[in-house]
């Protein structure tokens, strides 16, 4: 596919995302192989950027949709690493906290004032005059409306010139859920 049919593909699907007009392909994952792929992917991405992974020993089971958390996951790193354009150090770390499995992505770069942390998850929001940096302004809606679908959340933590941490977080596998996070009892029609 040319770069072209790409983009306009790649707006067709976030358009989609943003209507909430997309089925999940929910199966069970391990979260921490969706952060290596990911890690895989933009390893080679920059000269000037470092990715350091952080995982836990133990299996990060969760019911998602790993072709759908993994755009949420490509969307974090690619924004750390265009938005830290003097290069450093992006870390990956995942791990858990009472029912939720959690991924964040830490970068050390140009940082999101404050009373932009709520708007960067809006669609076309860019902020703190990063014209010459390359994006529409997408990726972070989709991401919270993916994250949404998969009853999970998305935050932010930053500091203008010191950077930012943005966090995932899905819920656990229940030992009684099926392999597609369907509960005994409850079909797949009742889920939103
Ligand atoms: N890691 C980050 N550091 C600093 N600013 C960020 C970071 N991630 C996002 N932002 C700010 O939030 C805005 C929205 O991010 P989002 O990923 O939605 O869009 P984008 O990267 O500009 O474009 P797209 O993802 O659609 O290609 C960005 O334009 C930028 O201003
Ligand atoms: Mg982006």
């Not at 949420?72 to 858990?96: C, D, F, H, M, W």
């Amino acid at each position: 596919m040319n770069r072209l049919n790409r983009m306009v593909s790649d707006l067709v699907d976030m358009t989609r995302i943003e209507l909430g007009r997309v089925e999940l392909d929910t199966q069970t994952n391990d979260l921490r192989d969706l952060v290596i792929e990911a890690d895989e992917l933009f390893e080679d991405a920059s000269p000037i950027h470092q990715l350091v992974m952080d995982l836990p020993p133990e299996p990060l089971m969760v019911c998602c949709d790993a072709t759908r958390i993994g755009q949420v996951l490509n969307n974090l790193i690619s924004n750390a690493i265009k938005y830290s354009p003097q290069g450093g150090v992006v870390e990956l770390r995942a791990g858990t906290e009472g029912r939720w499995a959690w991924v964040e992505v830490e970068d050390h770069g140009l940082g999101i004032a404050p009373k932009d942390h709520l708007r960067i998850f809006e669609p076309f929001q860019r902020v703190g005059r990063k014209e010459e940096i390359p994006g529409v302004g997408l990726g972070l809606s989709a991401a919270r409306r993916l994250m949404e679908a998969h009853e999970g959340r998305i935050e932010v933590e930053s500091a203008l010139g010191k950077g930012s941490t943005f966090k995932i977080r899905l819920p656990l596998r229940q030992k009684d859920e099926g392999p597609k996070g369907e509960r005994p009892g409850a079909s797949m029609d009742q889920r939103p």
